[in-house]
């Protein structure tokens, strides 16, 4: 991948060119911001720039030996760390044994989530970065470089690492191999070990600004140029959640009639019909569980900035925006809080897989409690 296929973050790039330039290239480099926004691209990117056999001013020219294979993800010199999930096939997996579906994924679909990814994979299950992922990383490392100046490892999702791989991580962080970059791709980097944060040299990347979404969108979709900037403002930045809007209606129409089911009954304090909401919910994917929750506190949030007049900060779909022109009341400055603090420990909960039956019951009896204040 090269820089220019990258949506967006400029200032970012400049940076990362900057770094090669001027001979500071860090061994470890921490690329942290919200999900979505293409973190994963850029450390792409900034990989194939970094051995790229004819570099074209601020970018990689994208057909020397080197840039070929990286954009094909099989330059011998790159190698990937990032969740997977046990199966009947892969009892004990690392990567690698995932490594073939990961190419295809990414090649098919660089803009992509953590969801996405376990949704390709058709995994019920949470993804970890498994303690035996540890020695296959040492064991690459090991071997000299191939063809390249430099060895690569891209880690996505740190923070999904087991506190044994995590361990063994940071040695070779603190005595990392010669000619070795260590590219760490995190959505929450505050979940990853602090000695691994104190031993990398950390770039923040903010969301995307909507102008570069909506370029982007319009670019790949057949839409109007008022749609795609009113499909990028409902974004909040993360350009995988525009392209959810609008590829996912059908979803997303489910998450908010189950959120609005919710609200009313819990409202009306029907235990009985709430039992029978718990229970439709229980015996959907813990992903989809998971992005539900995610789902809803959008629409707290959204539903709190109409209550208190904030109508240039709302991103709200004209179905939500109806709805809540009536529900807003409901979410205020003595509950807002508190619910927001529900969902989202609901959501934690359930990635510490927690009892999802159990989780949801609870939820439903904070709501009713909450939405009375």
Partial sequence: MKFNEVIGHDKIKQQLVSMVKENRVSHAQLIAGPAGIGKINLALAFAQYLNCQDRQGDDSCGVCNSCVKYSKLIHPDLHFVFPVVKSAKHKNPVSDSYIHEWRQFVLGNPYFDI???????????????????????????????????????????????????ANKLLKLLEEPPEGTVFLLVSDNPNDILGTIQSRSQRLNVPSLELSDIANALQSEYDLSKEECERFAKLSVGNYVAAKEIINQGEERTYFFDKFVNMMRLAYGRKLFDLIDWCDDMNRQSKERQKNFFEFALRLIRENFMMNIQEQDLLYLTPEEENFSTRFSPFINDGNVLQLSEEFSLAHSHLEQNGNARIILMDLCLKVIMLLKQ
């Fill in 115 to 165: 969801h996405q990814w376990f949704n390709f994979l058709d995994a019920d299950k949470q993804g970890l970065i498994y303690s035996q992922e540890s020695q296959e990383i040492i064991k690459k490392l090991n071997f000299k470089t191939f063809e390249a100046k430099y060895k690569v490892m891209i880690i996505w999702l740190p923070e999904k690492m087991h506190v044994a791989a």
